[in-house]
């Protein structure tokens, strides 16, 4: 299986400002043939499922603030919000699909208000 | 708006068995690939098991292998989860999950989930 890992495993972000999330995998999600990295962001609130953010690494789903953006490539990969709102309160967590359907997530970051 | 409903939750003892469904509503049941994901209490994701649109195609993950059945009615827009041999470390939050539309592997349609707690 892939193991994902991410860090840090929490953070605290004053409102306004940017806060980062770094995923890596065990190994490459990069598909050689077209090119693209099968990882996927998901935001999940307390007490609730969890909402596809961001897929291909960077593709924001339909409906999701572009302050959420997603960089990376290969093994290393990167959530950003560039301005963190009150309801941005969540666990994020990164998700490889390239071993699809065995799908596996990584552990998690709690993000917080400073 | 679509939607998925899970239910048949429940407290169950060790060994046990447990039956879970999903309704589909919202889209074509019948055109989408459909999981099971779950999280054990405070802890992160765990996928379980996939089905094909078409129920042809089956996977586990390794934990629930010959102990979890998936399976899926089409013409009832519900896919089920058959469980037996439950153990204490099956206890979770179980979620159906629908895979985006041309993106394999990836959950874009979330149910609000049904909680399995297994202990005597």
């Known amino acids: 299986d892939i193991v994902m890992t991410q860090s840090p495993d929490s953070l605290a972000v004053s409102l306004g400002e940017r806060a980062t999330i770094n995923c890596k995998s065990s190994q490459s999600v990069l598909y050689s043939s077209n090119n693209k990295n099968y990882l996927a962001w998901y935001q999940q609130k307390p007490g609730q499922p969890p909402k596809l953010l961001i897929y291909?690494?960077?593709t924001r789903e339909s409906g999701v603030p572009d302050r959420f953006s997603g960089s990376g490539s290969g093994t290393d990969f990167t959530l950003t919000i560039s301005s963190l709102q009150a309801e941005d309160v969540a666990v994020y967590y990164c998700q490889q699909y390239y071993s699809t359907p065995r799908i596996t997530f990584g552990p998690g970051t709690k993000v917080d208000i400073k | 708006e679509v939607q998925l409903v899970e239910s048949g939750g429940g407290l169950v003892q060790p060994g046990g068995s447990l039956r879970l469904s999903c309704a589909a509503s919202?889209?074509?049941?019948?055109?989408?690939?459909m999981n099971w994901v779950r999280q054990a209490p405070g802890k992160g994701l765990e996928w379980v098991s996939y089905i094909s649109s078409s129920g042809s195609t089956i996977y586990y993950a390794d934990s629930v292998k010959g102990r979890f059945t998936i399976s899926r009615d089409n013409a009832k827009n519900s896919l089920y989860l058959q469980m037996n041999s439950l153990r204490a470390e099956d206890t979770a939050v179980y979620y159906c999950?629908?895979?985006?539309?041309?993106?394999?592997?990836?959950?874009?349609?979330w149910g609000k989930g049904t909680t399995v707690t297994v202990s005597s």
């Open positions: 919202g889209f074509t049941f019948s055109s989408y690939e």
């Open positions: 291909w690494a960077s």
């Open positions: 999950a629908r895979d985006l539309p041309m993106v394999r592997g990836v959950v874009d349609v």
